[in-house]
């Protein structure tokens, strides 16, 4: 059996891992990240915030530009990051890009879930109220998508899911939580058949667009980030894109500026991918089996994993 989470006993996490691998992780210098990448897994470094959002604002138009009106495409997108948001509506109008006469699809990756259902876009919190605020309000009218071309995964979830199969989804972007998540894949509760070690990843893998229940850390981090603290006021459930719909993207990208994880986090998934290492303890790690990954980093967050008083 393997030891237990020091963060959540109920739950399996990145804890549970082996020490010699965490300490491992804890050593690797800026170089020996960027010495990570392989086929199939690459790390990209940013040198300033403006090239970090802007490089993820321009996957949307790379994905738009490349659907047509018989072969739609588009892009996956979260929330966390969203500072990319503003510059896809701004990209949008100054190339004149019409999104209707593109067929340019859009998914969002998950939604918060309160009384059994996903919230309603009135909900201070609510995903799709930040993509359209941040985005496509901000796109002139004229050039936005087709609003039936914009998928949440709210209300019909198999639609959504079979989605993915008719529609080409070029590129999933994601950030990184506290809990090495990507959307909302959390770690597993520590219950059933998987009380003494987490389910294995070709199991995890066959997940699809479904409600969750939120890891402690999961709801920590969004009471600090999006809450002002107030753990109370954060739904401890959520709709959430799954594996199933992940691999049916053609390239998962990953961002990390670091606000959303620590040194140590954007160092031990990106290991744990480039060495093959899957544990679904560590939900990111499964995207080792992705055949087409990249990790961005704005590298001054990078930091180091030193132990030191502030």
């Keep these: 059996m393997r030891k237990q989470s020091i963060v959540a006993p109920g739950w399996w996490d990145y804890t549970t891992l082996d020490e010699t691998l965490l300490s491992d992780v804890a050593r690797l210098s800026e170089k020996d990240l960027a010495q990570l990448s392989r086929t199939g897994f690459q790390v990209v470094f940013h040198e300033t915030l403006e090239d970090f959002y802007l490089a993820e604002a321009l996957e949307y138009i790379e994905a738009w530009r490349a659907s047509t009106p018989d072969n739609p495409a588009g892009i996956c997108g979260p929330i966390g990051p969203t500072e990319q948001l503003p510059l896809v509506a701004r990209l949008v109008n100054a190339f004149d890009l019409d999104l209707a006469s593109l067929n340019a699809q859009f998914w969002g990756m998950d939604e918060w879930v309160q009384d ?69 894949n959390d770690p597993p509760k520590r219950e059933g058949a998987w009380v003494e070690a987490p389910p294995p990843p070709e199991e995890y893998g066959k997940l699809g667009t479904r409600l969750v229940d939120l890891h402690p850390m999961t709801i920590m981090q969004n009471a600090r980030t999006s809450g002002g603290g107030r753990l109370s006021e954060v739904p401890t459930q959520a709709m959430t894109v799954g594996p199933v ?66």
């Design 116 to 184: 059994g259902k996903a919230v309603e876009e009135t909900h201070p919190l609510s995903f799709k109220k930040a993509d359209m605020e941040l985005c496509f309000n901000r796109i002139r009218p004229e050039l936005r998508p087709r609003p039936e071309n914009l998928h949440f995964p709210a209300g019909d979830v198999a639609g959504f899911s079979a989605s993915f199969d008719s529609m080409r989804c070029l590129i999933m972007q994601g950030g990184q939580g506290d809990v090495k998540h990507w959307a909302f």
């Design 245 to 310: 719909e992940t691999w049916k993207s053609e390239k998962v990208s990953i961002w990390q500026a670091g606000n959303h994880d620590n040194p140590f986090g954007m160092r031990l998934t990106a290991f744990m991918i480039s060495k093959g290492l899957a544990d679904s303890a560590v939900p990111m790690s499964l995207l080792a089996n992705h055949p087409n990954v990249v990790f961005h980093y704005y590298r001054p967050a990078i930091g180091s994993c030193s132990i030191e008083m502030h």
